[in-house]
């Protein structure tokens, strides 16, 4: 018979073991001593977890502790290396690729623009294996793979519904042929459900169960956490708030062909420079650029305004929401007014659905807004909700997408790696 047995030594000491490297993950590098103070074993019996720790691989050396009388403290951290995993970022533009180590830190990456003709499977291998070289390594050192698209996955079919505007990405053998092409294990995984995850461990949501992230770039979505698990609904859908109906916009038929809903274009990129237009405020200059680039109102202006929305609907949008955050009165103080209910307005229909404890703020275009923009949300919400959940914006600005890709590969590679029972 093989395995542990509840209550027994083995299994105390794998317990042990895990206790040990989270800590070490949570703290960094520590002594002996500390180590058995933090899980509450005896000097004796951390120093031979270490032994067997660094004996498996799973720990090393890593300096000493100085600054008190007597010997220096050997201290002791995960070893780095023992695992290797990589996340990539999937857009209509390219994909950005990236690889961290047992710890978590990216040790490589790499951005691959979209080029017509290439394949999706093609593309993904290509900046995987640049981002491992970039790290040192080979593909075939990775021990995990988490890819994050827009839209998800349908569990039954296997193809990739609500992202129509992902190109390439939409043959019913693409899984089949990206686990051929790839020598780890992969998972796929909704992007804004992976910015929920990177809020949810290093953010914003951290020590909250039950919370909604609210995204904003290209496209509105939102990630439902709850009882701390990501719920994705019967087919993926779950969060595609982007085809919610609204009041005061006309019902959208067949949303799933125009790929687009009423809360979308109420709420979403396409409709900040319209707004702004409508109040009169133009398109603000570029940063270092000279006074008469695109500043001012009227006519010139919101015509400014149009023309940088059409070239980039999300960098106008940015834009136009800082500098309004930054100078907020008059028209900007109205103009935020106004987007602060638009966006409410979506919010109030998740929260009368799943009272979440809180409202993640994410994404470019909503975080553009700051604390100003986050206020008047949160003061409509009180208006138009039953309940009344405590908006925060995300904190986690790198590329929030990726790193969820990454901590979600961590955090599977950890349980199998840390997993000393079978040593």
Do not use: C
Not at 98 to 120: I, M, N
Not at 216 to 231: C, I, P, T
Not at 260 to 289: K, T, W
């Amino acid at each position: 018979m093989t395995g542990t047995t509840p209550g027994t030594p083995s299994l105390l000491r794998v317990m042990n073991d895990r206790a040990a490297l989270d800590l070490l993950l949570e703290h960094g590098p520590l002594s002996r001593t500390r180590i058995g103070r933090l899980t509450g074993l005896s000097k004796p019996t951390a120093s031979q977890l270490l032994a067997r720790l660094e004996a498996a691989g799973l720990v090393m050396a890593s300096g000493t502790a100085g600054g008190r009388p007597g010997p220096n403290a050997q201290l002791y951290g995960v070893n780095p290396r023992a695992a290797h995993v990589a996340g990539l970022d999937v857009t209509p533009s390219g994909i950005v690729a990236a690889v961290a180590d047992l710890t978590g830190e990216v040790v490589g990456s790499h951005v691959l623009p979209y080029t017509e003709g290439a394949g999706a499977v093609d593309r993904v291998t290509r900046a995987l294996g640049a981002a491992a070289r970039d790290a040192g390594l080979e593909r075939r050192d990775l021990h995990r793979v988490v890819i994050a698209t827009p839209g998800s996955f349908d569990p039954g079919s296997g193809a990739l519904r609500y992202a129509d505007h992902l190109p390439g990405w939409h043959s019913p053998t693409l899984l089949e042929e990206l686990a051929a092409a790839l020598p780890m294990p992969v998972e796929y995984e909704n992007d804004v459900n992976l910015a929920a995850v990177a809020e949810q461990r290093l953010g914003a949501a951290r020590g909250h169960g039950d919370f909604v992230l609210l995204w904003n770039e290209e496209g509105l979505g939102a990630a439902l956490v709850l009882g701390g698990r990501l719920h994705r609904g019967w087919t993926g859908g779950a969060g595609e708030v982007g085809f919610l109906p609204v009041p005061g916009h006309p019902l959208v038929r067949h949303v799933a062909q125009v790929n687009s809903g009423g809360y979308q274009e109420l709420a979403g990129v396409q409709a900040v420079p319209a707004m702004a237009a409508a109040l009169g405020i133009g398109a603000p200059p570029r940063r270092g650029a000279g006074a008469g680039a695109g500043s001012g109102s009227g006519a010139g202006a919101t015509a400014t305004a149009v023309a940088t929305a059409v070239a980039s609907p999300v960098a106008a949008a940015v834009a136009l929401l800082t500098e309004a955050a930054e100078h907020p009165e008059g028209a900007n103080l109205l103009f935020l007014r106004q987007y602060a209910t638009a966006l409410a307005t979506g919010i109030a229909s998740l929260v009368a659905v799943l009272d979440p404890e809180i409202v993640v703020l994410s994404g470019a275009v909503t975080t553009a807004g700051g604390d100003v923009l986050r206020s008047l949300v949160e003061a409509e919400l009180a208006d138009l909700a039953p309940s009344r959940p405590r908006l925060v914006s995300g904190t986690v600005r790198d590329r929030p997408v990726l790193r969820g890709a990454l901590e979600s590969a961590l955090a599977t590679t950890r349980d199998e790696v840390f997993d000393t029972s079978r040593r």
